[in-house]
């Protein structure tokens, strides 16, 4: 049954590509509105961990990624209903261009796919460059493309001056498309840092108060935010279909405790498994790899997400209390699950740049880092044995992102076996890989547990034993 339509004021930031600006606009308009007084929550359309962390940071709350890929659609919506329930109003940034996804002929795993499911009006940001007329043509096709999927309005980035923002939304009337919410000067805004993964974590470069300051006043003073809350406001009540598995009641026993890296070398999350990890009564533990010399208290798992080992790998391999602490809990035969970064952090090491730095050992080969990605996508994770979250069989979505690899498949080593099943989904190929021995886990697949509760609940099941 679908429930009661709530009200959520709220828009979609989309771009024309990848590269237009919308990550440092996203954060323009967050820095302006909560400026104003108002209670910004902040969502990511897609997989990506950076922007998220930059959201989060200047708009004071946590962000959520909304991924139509890997998550069905009653969850999106749910996730977006609980997380903007008490917001003035909700701002989405896009992934890659409006229409870009996991399908060439569909709206699969894109912006307009969230922008549809959400009813949201979509703000389109366009990099205007050397264009004046021919900024309409562009307009056009993207309002008309999908009738699901309407412009609210455009943001022109890096305009030449404001006669030239003046043009382009003449342009736009002379069209009768939506108008133009603002035209941004060419280098108005503070540029902000990247590295081979995206942009720099917010861990490392959190925003000072005079680059957020600098945001909001080019916000304010070049964008039309009175017309942008207006026609967030208009947004329709959303409602929320029906999903097939919800979280349902709290651990009947309580007091699990997860240990969970977090510093500058580990720090790719989703906060939606979390606040599930909480909702079913699992405390989090959270320490540094880095800075710490011994894992936390009484913990019945541990859990090593995915980050930037390769640049933090000097400091990690010289941390030799906690690489110790490290293998005795692996030892211990308590749940130990690793995402990508972690799979590095469990290697025998990392080799790069003609160097090599010892880490945990636990998994008997190393990790390489290459000078090109090696890969970047969504892919489906079938299990081909019972494992930490599931019985034989059970499938996940995921996806990868990284520019490394192991030197040589563990399998077949000291007890060590492939449980998974992996899929990529752009190409078809299948490989095998999600590394275990006993109740350890490791693997390059990022995966969407959140959307899983019977997972993870399994997964606490373990913790137990």
Known sequence: MVQTAASRP????????????????????????KQRGLKVQTFKVGPDYLDPGHLSWVSG?????????????????????????????????????????????????????????????????????????????????????????????????????????RLLSQALQSAALPPLFGGVLRDSLPPLASRHLGLVSAAELKLQEQDIRLLAQAAEQQLDLDLLLKRARMAEPLSCHPRRSHAGTAAQEINLRLAVAQDEAFLFYYPDFFDLLEKLEVTLVFFSPLRDDKLPDNIAGLYLGGGYPEVHAQTLAANDSMLQA???????????????????????????????????????????????RKALGYVEVTLEQDSLFGESGAVFRGHEFHYSELTDSPTGIDGWKTVYRVKQNRTGNVSAEGYQRGNVLASYAHLHLASHPKAVKYFMQKMRQ
């Open 10 to 33: 709220r828009l979609l930031i989309a771009g024309t590509q990848s590269g237009v600006g919308k990550s440092t606009l996203s954060l323009a308009l967050v820095a302006a509105l």
């Open 61 to 165: 709350r946590p962000c959520y990624n909304l991924d139509g890929w890997m998550c069905e659609r009653g969850y999106i919506e749910e996730l977006f209903l609980a997380a903007s329930v008490n917001a003035d109003i909700s701002l989405v940034e896009g992934v890659m261009g409006l229409f870009d996804g996991s399908s060439t002929d569909s709206l699969s795993g894109s912006s307009a796919e969230i922008a549809a499911w959400l009813q949201a009006p979509v703000l389109l940001v366009a990099d205007v460059h050397g264009m004046a007329r021919s900024f309409a043509a562009l307009v056009k096709g993207y309002h008309e493309l999908e009738s699901q999927v309407g412009l609210a309005g455009v943001i022109a980035n890096r305009c030449g001056s404001i006669s030239h923002a």
């Open 326 to 372: 490290m293998r005795d809990f692996a030892a211990s035969g308590k749940p130990l699950y690793a995402e990508c970064g972690g799979l590095i952090y469990l290697s025998q090491g990392i080799k790069q740049e003609g160097r090599t730095f010892p880490l945990i050992g636990e998994i008997p080969v190393w990790a390489k880092m290459l000078p090109q």
